[in-house]
């Protein structure tokens, strides 16, 4: 029997997460189940079953993949000194977490921003996906932080503020970007990126003595 490569398994993993991934997105994850999955990927179950146990590990996986991806390009961004600017930073990073899944729709718009909001609701009843969630969101904050205080060490922010804070502010500033774009439909990063950019030239207004 032909051995099959690594690349093949990829893509059929690969296959299987963008699948249940719309399928989340368009239905939430009680009302999926994995025959709505084998219909949208059109694999067998055993195919299926040979790289996820089930519903619960699919998700658990998407997650998993999303913050790891993100984390790791605030981690990069972070080895610069000084690193780019907020605004710069976020509407990159952003760009390219929904330039990897622009290609997922439901219904004409975009799965991402709806696929978010779904693991958000299905946290509060799911402590595996919770602690997994937990411990991204954990991860994401801590290479903000980093971010943070390499600012401060350039002198371009005030130092002042615990870098927490501003890592908390940040990442709440994206994830509040992402539920529009849910709510109210798509909209470019360059929004995110031009609001930041004003909320950055914010300053004192001048003393009328």
């Not at 055993?46 to 913050?67: D, H, Q, T």
């Not at 799965?111 to 969630?133: C, G, K, M």
């Not at 904050?141 to 390499?150: D, H, K, N, Q, S």
């Amino acid at each position: 029997m032909a051995r099959v490569s690594q690349a093949h398994l990829d893509a059929r993993r690969r296959q299987i997460l963008d699948g249940a991934s719309v399928c989340f997105a368009r239905n939430g994850f009680h009302a999926t189940s994995m025959q709505d999955v084998l219909k949208e990927v059109d694999l067998s179950a055993g195919a299926v079953y040979r790289y996820f146990s089930g519903k619960e590990e699919l998700i658990a996986a998407i997650v998993g993949e999303v913050l790891g991806q993100v984390r790791e390009a605030f981690e990069e961004e972070a080895r610069h000194i000084p690193p780019p600017p907020p605004d710069i930073l976020v509407s990159s990073v952003l760009g390219r977490t929904l330039a990897a899944r622009e290609a997922l729709t439901v219904d004409g718009r975009p799965a991402f921003p709806r696929l978010v909001v779904q693991v958000w609701t299905e946290t509060l009843r799911n402590d595996e996906l919770s602690a997994i969630l937990r411990e991204g969101y954990a991860g994401v904050r801590e290479a903000w932080a980093r971010i943070v205080v390499a600012y401060q060490d350039a002198g371009m922010m005030r130092s002042d503020v615990a870098p927490d804070h501003v890592a908390r502010t940040m990442i709440a500033a994206v994830l509040g970007f992402i539920a529009q774009q849910s709510l109210f439909g798509p909209a470019p990063v360059e929004v995110l990126r031009d609001g930041l950019r004003a909320l950055m030239s914010v300053s004192p207004p001048l003393s009328d003595a």
